[in-house]
């Protein structure tokens, strides 16, 4: 099996770092023998056998998170196989993948993001080894919609993990507003259950055709996340959550300060201090999530939230 590498998110200015995106799956650990939903558009054929290149991505208009960001710092290729992920009965580690994780953070509560590029992945497995919380890829633009999403999000619930869905920006395809929508119509299933997170906004660098702001001026970028965020609040009353790096912010909203109502997601890997993800954009004066790994323990990137258990359950519940 191929040794899984890392990925380096720079979270202040641009970093010209050359690191290998490793996206976690889980082939051994089908949570059910339910039949997999309908292929969508973009719908992934190669997801868990070994390598996926960002051209694939582009191609089939489906992109893994930190997909643009990989691409910006010179990648062309993602392990979508890697060693660590939870086992299919009791949730072990592997010594691959404890070598390659210093942590998690300490006293923050874990997670993970996946995608339809993790089909299959054992939730109960994932909760045992000490997740509480998963984001799932829903839609991407106004183009694509995860074939898996709608499985993986029930059975997280199911599983007792928090849950939420993200969406995949192309500011270059449609509006803000239009993006919103369109997560909406197409399974956006977001509830005031208590157990729901905040839709997120996964928003990165563009593509070499795109432009890395996707031809947007500062003043459009924020307007176009405002469009995003203000469609998101008018239907759950929840502003969406923003995942980016510092270094994407300064360059494409001029390190804006207007979206502090918006909780943060933020990037950074490898960690060379697990007491901060680093300087964070101007909206913001502390951080909600962190994806600070690739892979380890768990199935897709490794996350945490901020702060304990019953925090989180407040913030699932929050209101306004």
Sequence with gaps: ???????????????????????????????????????????????????????????????????????????????????????????????????????????????????????????????RAGARFVYVKATEGTSYVSSTYKQQYATAKQRNLYRGGYVYAQPSQASGAATANYFFAHGGQW??????????????????????????????????????????????????AIYTTTDWWKRCTNNSNQFSKNPLFVALYPVHDFTTPGTLGRSWSKWTFWQWSASGTLPGDQDVYRNTADYLERFASKTG
Aim: with cysteine; proline share 7%.
């Design 1 to 127: 099996m191929r040794a899984s590498s890392k990925r380096i998110f720079g979270l202040g200015a641009a970093a010209a770092v050359a690191a290998a995106l490793t996206i976690g799956s889980s082939p051994a650990t089908a949570e059910t023998s339910a039949t997999p939903a309908p292929a969508s558009a973009g719908t992934p054929t190669t997801a868990g056998s070994g390598s996926l290149s960002i051209a694939e991505m582009d191609q089939t208009g489906n992109h893994v998170m930190g997909a643009g960001i990989a691409r910006n710092a010179g990648e062309t290729e993602i392990v979508t196989s890697v060693p660590g992920a939870v086992t299919t009965q009791q949730g072990d580690l592997s010594a691959t993948a404890q070598a390659a994780s210093a942590g998690p953070p300490p006293g923050r509560i874990q997670g993970f993001d996946i995608s339809a590029w993790q089909p299959s992945v054992n939730f109960l497995a994932a909760y």
């Design 191 to 240: 509830s005031a259950d208590g157990k729901t997170l905040p839709p997120l906004l996964d928003i990165e660098y563009g593509s070499a055709s795109q432009g890395t702001c996707y031809g947007k001026s500062w003043s459009q970028m924020r307007s176009w996340i405002k469009d995003f965020s203000n469609t998101v609040y008018q239907k759950t009353k929840r502003y969406p």
